[in-house]
Every structure is written in structure tokens, then in C-alpha cells.
């Protein structure tokens, strides 16, 4: 009980500690995505889940919970909850207290230790990295930095010069890290280094929230970061089971794209350029960048991906899957043994034969 105030007032008091920048992002964060990524339809249900949503992680995150003991339901969300609090404590680039801003800070002068945490995420962003061929790269926060899309959104600044870009980023790749696989450490091999985990972080963070609920009597649910879901068990019967039904969302107009039918225990991610972006003269840039351009990735405007076994590679996939654009991108997710459907930039949508055994009502385009 104590816990659930206090984890809120402690979001709040942290938040306005951040700067007028980090307020504004924010708040156009909230507007820009609150109703983003996938969504789950409201199945009418007929028996009652314990539900809670908590901004964290940059986010709206929403636990959607069943069980038979409805106190030991609300202590296991409870104590979801405050695990994502502590992984943002070492994941948020945008407090300078975090684990992973001391790692930027000093990691060019020496080796430094890092927590099986910030571990996890840093490893399996280097293995995507490599898999991707570059496509994902945990080390564009450079570019990430220098684009800043919502900042420069509320300011009404033009886009960047290229020869702010070129510089940002010679900043910019994975093989400027050297991880010590033994030591658990990570040392930058170039000043200016920055890494970001933002597209992968969620991910990792589902599976630890996870694990808790399922370790505390939660049998079937839902978590929901808005741009990364996973379904637990099996939705029960008498909530409109067997199937959880999401919606993928139009990334150009207000309604869906199609809904999903999934059975439980799968993961499902979404990166869109309509999640966070900002329009000059008429172009759109958004915050997927494409590390080996140092531009927004151009080949997508949204990809869901579905399956997998891991949290943070179905994160990464997506944004991976993003950046390589179509038809690349689907087929390197499909090789991986994931679903995948991607909306191109002239609006045409595609998908794996797997996925379509998994839509209900398929709009085939969209405006661009
Ligand atoms: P969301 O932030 O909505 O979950 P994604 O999962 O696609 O969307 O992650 C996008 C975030 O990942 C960006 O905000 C940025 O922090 C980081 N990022 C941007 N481009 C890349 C990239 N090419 N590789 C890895 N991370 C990226
Ligand atoms: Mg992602």
C-alpha cells in the first residue's frame, strides 16, 4: 500500500527537478504519444483486472493484471512498479545521477564496472549492433543529442547543418566500446562517446517487471510501455479470452491498422516516426536515426514486430527493423524467426506471411 504513493510522488518530484528542456519533452511526449504505438481493445471484460499506469521510463507504462488473491495481484504490480522506477534510476540518460550518465561521463578516461543491469542492455545492444551490421547502435546518442527532435520541435528550429552532423557523427559506432566480458566493464576507445539505450531499455525492463508478477501469483496479464507490450499467459476466459486483442495503430491516420490476436507470452514492439518527431517547411525528422547516415531512417514510418523470447531484442528489433527500412529490414526480422509488419514510406503496408495468420481486419495502405 505505502508503496504506491510514494513511488508516484517520488516520479513527480524527480521530474520537477529536471530542467524547463526535459519539461518540455515531456509534455510533448505525453501529447505525442499517449495514444501511440500498439494499444489493447478494450475486450469488454467481464471480470475485473487490477490496473495501474505510471509515467517511467519515459513513458506510459499500464500493468494489466489477473490473479486469484486480489492483495497478492496489487503487491505484485506494486512491486513491478517500483522495479521499472529503479531500472530508470540507471537507464535515464537525462539525469545525471544514473548509472549510465556516471558510465558516459567517465568511461573515455577508464574502464568502468557496471552494474548485471546496465550489462545486459549494453551486451545485447553490441550483439544487435553486429547482427544488424550497424543499423541498431546504442552509441548514437551523439546524434540523438544533436537532432534533440523535441527541443528543437518547440523552439522551431531548422534541422541541424551537415556539418554538424558529419562531426556528430564521427562520434557515432559501437566499435568505439570495449567490453571486458570477464571484468563486466566498458571503456569508450574515443572521447565524445555517448551511449544511449532508449531503443532497447523498455524492452529489458518488461522482462524484469515480468518476472516479478509472475513470480507473485500474476497468471495472466498485459504490460503495456506503449511502444513495447508483452502478454502474460493467457487472457481468462471470462475477460473475453482465449486471445489478447491489439490494436496496431494507423501511423498516419486516428484509427487502427489492424488488431493483432495473440496467445499469451508474446512479446510485441513498435517504433513509428510519429512517436516523437518534429516538422520544418514541411519535412518531418523523427528519433529514429540512422546511424550510418546520421539522418532520420527514411525507409519506414512504422514496424511491429512480434515474438521472440527477450524483451530487449524485441525492442531493438524494431528499431533495427526501422532503420534498415523496407524490404531489408523485413526480411533480416523474418530470418531471425519474427513476425513482422511494416507501413513503407509511400504508405504500402507489408508483412510476413506469419503475421497475417495473426490480423484481423488489415488496411492494405495508408495516406503517407
Ligand atoms: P521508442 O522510444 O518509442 O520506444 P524505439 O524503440 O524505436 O522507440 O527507440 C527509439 C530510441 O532509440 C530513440 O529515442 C533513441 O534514444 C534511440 N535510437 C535512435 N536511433 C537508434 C538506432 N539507430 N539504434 C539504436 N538506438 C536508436
Ligand atoms: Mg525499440
Redesign the pocket.
Known amino acids: 500500500m505505502e508503496g504506491r504513493e510514494d513511488l508516484e510522488r517520488e516520479t513527480l518530484g524527480r521530474r520537477n527537478r529536471r530542467d524547463t528542456l526535459i519539461v518540455t519533452v515531456v509534455f510533448l511526449a505525453l501529447v505525442g504519444?499517449a495514444f501511440l504505438?500498439v494499444k489493447l481493445i478494450n475486450p469488454g471484460y467481464s471480470r475485473e483486472p487490477y490496473q495501474r499506469t505510471m509515467f517511467v521510463l519515459?513513458?506510459y507504462v499500464t500493468i494489466t493484471a489477473y490473479g486469484k488473491d486480489q492483495a497478492r495481484v496489487e503487491g505484485a504490480v506494486d512491486e513491478a512498479f517500483r522495479e521499472l522506477q529503479r531500472l530508470d534510476n540507471v537507464f535515464d540518460r537525462y539525469d545525471p545521477e544514473s548509472e549510465l550518465s556516471r558510465l558516459n561521463d567517465a568511461a573515455a578516461r577508464e574502464a568502468v564496472p557496471v552494474s548485471e543491469d546496465l550489462w545486459k542492455v549494453i551486451a545485447t545492444?553490441v550483439e544487435i549492433y553486429r547482427e544488424s551490421e550497424g543499423?541498431?547502435?546504442?552509441t548514437?546518442g551523439p546524434?540523438?543529442d544533436l537532432w534533440d527532435v523535441l527541443g528543437r520541435g518547440a523552439r522551431g528550429e531548422p534541422p541541424p547543418g551537415d556539418a554538424e552532423v558529419a562531426a556528430a557523427l564521427k562520434l557515432v559506432g559501437s566499435d568505439k566500446l570495449e567490453l571486458d566480458e570477464a571484468a563486466h566493464t566498458v571503456r569508450f576507445l574515443q572521447p565524445g562517446v555517448v551511449i544511449?539505450?532508449?531503443?532497447?531499455a523498455?524492452?529489458y525492463a518488461l522482462d524484469r517487471a515480468a518476472e516479478i508478477l509472475q513470480s507473485r501469483g500474476v497468471r495472466s496479464g498485459y504490460i503495456s510501455?506503449?511502444?513495447?507490450d508483452l502478454t502474460l499467459g493467457e487472457k481468462p476466459g471470462s475477460a473475453g479470452g482465449p486471445l489478447w486483442r491489439i490494436g496496431i495503430l494507423d501511423p498516419r491516420g486516428e484509427d487502427y491498422l489492424a488488431t493483432l490476436l495473440l496467445p499469451g507470452e508474446t512479446y510485441v514492439?513498435?517504433?513509428?516516426d510519429y512517436?516523437?518527431f518534429f516538422e520544418y517547411q514541411g519535412v518531418r525528422y523523427h528519433?529514429?536515426?540512422?546511424?550510418r547516415t546520421g539522418y532520420p531512417?527514411r525507409g519506414a514510418v512504422s514496424v511491429t514486430v512480434v515474438g521472440g523470447d527477450d524483451g530487449a531484442r524485441s525492442?531493438?528489433f524494431?528499431?533495427?527493423v526501422?532503420?534498415m527500412g523496407y524490404p531489408q529490414g523485413l526480411e533480416w526480422v523474418k530470418s531471425r524467426g519474427l513476425e513482422c509488419l511494416l507501413v513503407d514510406a509511400s504508405g504500402e503496408v507489408h508483412y510476413t506471411e506469419g503475421m497475417r495468420a495473426l490480423l484481423e481486419g488489415i488496411k492494405e495502405t495508408t495516406t503517407p
Open positions: 504519444t504505438g519515459e513513458d545492444g543499423a541498431f547502435d546504442i548514437v546524434l540523438v544511449d539505450v532508449g531503443g532497447l523498455k524492452g510501455m506503449i511502444s513495447t514492439s513498435t517504433s513509428g512517436q516523437r528519433h529514429i536515426l540512422d546511424p531512417a525492442d531493438a524494431s528499431t533495427a526501422f532503420v
